[in-house]
Nanobody, 127 residues
Framework: QVQLVESGGGLVQTGGSLRLSCAASGRTFSSYAMGWFRQAPGKMREFVARISRAGETTYYADSVKGRFTISRDNAENTVYLQMNSLKPEDTALYYC????????????????????WGQGTQVTVSS
């Protein structure tokens, strides 16, 4: 069982930056690949980024590639999402998720394959 708690969201102007954190409970954090998803009002939850268990492999949605960076610190049981050059279309509730399996890039983007989810942190980008 893994419990996930996101933090770091807030209100930022276009072009600004935010760093989201997701703290995980338990001693098996390094056994899970971690992902970030987001959901805007009236839209489906969408994949943002994923990082492998040891952090050597990352995947990004095309919409955030080059602007967002996912990283993890297994000693601190935390995964991060550094978000730069933020745009109004990045406004959403951001969730972190944990998954035990090693997935292909295609399957890693599917929310249903993740086992555990946090409660989300709101990111609002003003124009």
């Amino acid at each position: 069982q893994v419990q996930l708690v996101e933090s770091g969201g807030g209100l930022v102007q276009t072009g600004g930056s935010l760093r989201l954190s997701c703290a995980a409970s338990g001693r098996t954090f390094s056994s899970y690949a971690m992902g970030w998803f987001r959901q805007a009002p009236g839209k489906m939850r969408e994949f943002v980024a994923r990082i492998s268990r040891a952090g050597e492999t990352t995947y990004y949605a095309d919409s955030v590639k080059g602007r967002f960076t996912i990283s993890r610190d297994n000693a601190e049981n935390t995964v991060y999402l550094q978000m730069n050059s933020l745009k109004p279309e990045d406004t959403a509730l951001y969730y972190c998720a944990a998954d035990r399996a090693a997935l292909s890039p295609a399957r890693a983007r599917i929310a249903a394959v993740y086992d555990y989810w946090g409660q989300g942190t709101q990111v609002t980008v003003s124009s």
